[in-house]
């Protein structure tokens, strides 16, 4: 009998070791049913999850983690910028699990095991100094691509009397690029007719917010800037200090209305329907080394379905429908 009394207590000591176990795996977990922790059907996600990259979605990723960390508390951001190239890098050496790319993925990070999904558009766009000399003549008859070309890749543009025809003028256009990895100047480059960021000319500042502020500054300088970066959120009109010089697109000697961006929502509108060129305008990126799992795959998730309505607030372009259901079917 003694025997028996001590196989029954040490069965039952055994049990609730086992069960004491598992519910201290569930307690450290990322992933636990809701409906176990007496809350709503949703998992609970705990973590950190590290993001570095472009300055150009730096912006709109501090209102995705923010929003994020609303709905579940015990999540926390390191967001950093850096460029395109830094995000890149960091993602690939493994230092952060996401990282912003304000250009297309190459095939030589992909063999790297690169993973990435579009999460919305944005675009770049050229910018002059609202005191520039011939500003009024340039807003009215607008800038062709045959002229960035002449600015930014061959150099055969020097001063601003050539860029508005009327030789009299010889003031000197004073050029400016961006000095680190940058998506924008990517994209900037394949517009004016180069292939990458190293083709375009010109003096090279470091970072979003240098390259307007050299603007902002000097009536002779050129620039390009991302759409959110360069009109006022709060109340859409551009950035005090600068303009938007428009493209010729059809290359009829005018800017036509539908070339002239004065408020946020005229360039908004133009990236969304396509008439603004795309490059400029680009697909914003996520990229992480291999396919995301986890907490960051339910917070890639999150950003392609209800993150997409904080866009347009903070001066991003949704992805239309297709747009989001393609990159949703990546992730699976």
């Known amino acids: 009998m003694r ?3 001590l196989t029954v207590l040490s069965i039952l000591i055994a049990a609730s070791l ?4 598992c519910g201290s795996a569930a307690s450290v977990g990322t992933t636990v049913p809701a409906s176990d922790a007496g809350t709503s059907s949703e998992a609970t996600l705990s973590g950190t999850i590290s993001v570095s990259g472009a300055f150009a979605l730096y912006p709109m990723m501090t209102v995705w983690a923010e929003e994020f960390t609303k709905l ?3 999540v926390q951001f390191d967001v950093q910028g850096g460029g395109a190239g830094k995000g890149m890098t960091d993602t690939i050496a493994g230092a952060v699990d996401i990282g912003m790319i304000s250009r297309s993925i190459k095939e030589e990070e992909t063999a790297q095991g690169i993973f990435w999904v ?3 558009k944005d ?4 910018i002059i100094n609202a005191e520039n000399p011939v500003a009024a003549n340039i807003l009215e008859k607008g800038i062709t691509q045959e002229i960035f070309n002449k600015i930014y890749i061959t150099e055969e543009i020097k001063t601003w009397g050539e860029v508005v025809g009327d030789p009299t003028i010889t003031d000197e256009i004073h050029v400016f690029t961006r000095s680190d990895a940058s998506g924008a100047a990517d994209q900037w480059a394949k517009y004016t007719g180069g292939e990458a960021q190293e083709d375009l000319k010109g003096v090279g500042v470091n970072g979003e917010p240098a390259i307007l502020g050299e603007i902002i500054k000097d009536p002779l300088a050129i620039g390009y800037g991302n759409l959110n970066s360069i009109f006022d959120l709060s109340s859409g009109a551009l950035v005090p200090g600068v303009v938007i010089p428009p493209i010729d697109i059809d290359n009829n000697g005018k800017a036509d209305a539908v070339e ?3 408020v946020k929502e005229d360039a908004f509108g133009a990236v969304a329907n396509g008439t603004y060129p795309s490059p400029p305008a680009r697909f914003e990126n996520l990229a992480t080394l291999g396919k995301p799992e986890g907490l960051e795959l339910a917070f890639i998730e999150w950003i392609l379905t209800d993150g997409q309505q904080y866009l347009e607030s903070a001066g991003f372009v949704p992805l239309t ?5 393609e990159s949703l079917a990546k992730l699976k």
Request: proline share 12%; aromatic share 8%; charged share 10%.
């Open 118 to 120: 579009s999460v919305t």
């Open 260 to 262: 002239i961006y004065t």
């Open 72 to 74: 579940h508390p015990d």
């Open 18 to 21: 086992v069960l004491s176990a």
């Open 123 to 126: 675009a770049v766009f050229p």
């Open 321 to 325: 429908p297709e747009q989001q259901a």
């Open 3 to 5: 025997k028996q009394t």
